[in-house]
């Protein structure tokens, strides 16, 4: 069974900075693209950034490049959000997803989702 598991979100105040993390259990960490997606309420899901399985190819949205850092950690199946700058536009569920196709992850058609861990950044 798989299952991704978010962390590290909160509530902070415009400008600062937090690191999501996405632990994954269950499948083959190296085999599979992934990526964050959030979405606000009210508001449709968005795609934030997505990384190769290899961790060699990342896109991000542009509302956060240059302030959003995707990366991985293989060997410690964990998948990372470094966020700084942090805007009250920010504030959604941020969820990580898998899937063993990069197209699949960035066009928001991964298999697996996590259950999301809120950001709130207050003005």
């Known amino acids: 069974q798989v299952q991704l598991v978010e962390s590290g979100g909160g509530e902070v105040q415009e400008g600062e900075s937090l690191r999501l993390s996405c632990t994954a259990s269950?499948?083959?960490?190296?085999?599979?693209?992934m990526g964050w997606f959030r979405q606000a309420p009210g508001k449709e899901r968005e795609k934030v950034s997505c990384?190769?399985?290899?961790?060699?190819?990342?896109n991000y949205r542009n509302s956060v490049k240059d302030r959003f850092t995707i990366s991985r950690d293989n060997a410690n199946v964990t998948l990372y959000l470094q966020m700084s700058s942090l805007k009250p536009e920010d504030t959604a569920m941020y969820y990580c997803?898998?899937?063993?196709?990069?197209?699949?992850?960035?066009?928001?058609?991964?298999?697996?989702w996590g259950q999301g861990t809120q950001v709130t950044v207050s003005p």
């Open positions: 269950g499948l083959t960490f190296d085999a599979y693209a």
């Open positions: 997803v898998a899937d063993s196709s990069f197209g699949k992850v960035a066009t928001g058609q991964a298999k697996y």
């Open positions: 990384i190769s399985s290899d961790g060699k190819s990342a």
